[in-house]
């Protein structure tokens, strides 16, 4: 079965550009959640989406949209890039279970660089 | 503030030695998780803790829970050079829904 699937691997932009990112979840998911990972540092949580409705919001600017597709696929938009926008951008899919325990399985990423 | 503390954030040992990091909050955790990443790749899930006080075993690495769900341990026994990555910790505290890692603890282990 194919995990998590991120598009494109890496990206460069200039700032003040606009861009967008994708994310295939693991069949089956409806779940797919967002993470901005700076080097050095953790994951940190952008955005959580299930069927399609956002779910949880991290704490980052406006310039930070997302949305989820009817087939679970989700798109990350980034307005006016800024130099700290430069990060590798990770994108999880879940699957809430019973026992509330939900799994997050990540895809490789999309390294993005601001010049 | 940092919601998880890891420590130590960076570790260098020889192949054989044993190792523990350290994952702490002074937040409920309803579980804990700790991943393993490696360069250019997302995390990996190792183990989810669930319990109290639960210990988990995965080969020669050993996952403990704290009794109050506020920390959480991973000890590697007779570490090998393929335990090099970035171990991370994470979680979902009590009162909220957002998946929170730690800053991580970058292993190196050479021969």
């Known amino acids: 079965d194919a995990g998590v699937t991120q598009s494109p691997t890496h990206l460069i932009k200039t700032r003040g550009q606009h861009v967008t990112l994708r994310c295939s979840p693991i069949?089956?998911?409806?779940?797919v959640s967002w993470y901005q990972q700076v080097l050095g540092q953790g994951p940190q949580f952008i955005f959580q989406y299930y069927e399609k409705e956002e779910r949880g919001r991290g704490n980052f600017p406006d310039r930070f949209s997302a949305r989820q597709f009817p087939n679970y696929s989700s798109e990350l938009n980034v307005n006016a890039l800024l130099l700290g926008d430069s990060a590798l951008y990770l994108c999880?899919?879940?699957?809430?279970?019973?026992?509330?325990?939900?799994?997050?399985?990540f895809g490789p990423g999309t390294r993005l660089l601001v010049l | 503030t940092q919601l998880l503390e890891q420590s130590p954030q960076f570790l260098s040992i020889q192949e054989g030695e044993n190792l523990t990091v350290y994952c702490n909050s002074s937040?409920?955790?309803?579980?804990l998780q700790w991943y393993r990443q490696e360069p250019g790749e997302g995390p990996v899930l190792l183990v989810t803790?669930?319990?109290?006080?639960e210990v988990k075993k995965l080969k020669r690495l050993t996952f403990q829970f704290g009794d109050a769900r506020k920390d959480s341990s991973l000890h590697i026994t007779a570490a090998q050079t393929g335990d090099t990555g970035l171990y991370l910790c994470a979680g979902v505290p009590q009162a909220g829904t957002a998946l929170i890692f730690g800053k991580g603890t970058t292993l190196s282990v050479s021969s």
């Open positions: 069949s089956g998911h409806k779940s």
């Open positions: 937040s409920v955790f309803s579980s």
């Open positions: 999880a899919s879940s699957q809430p279970s019973t026992g509330g325990i939900e799994t997050q399985y």
């Open positions: 803790v669930v319990t109290g006080g």
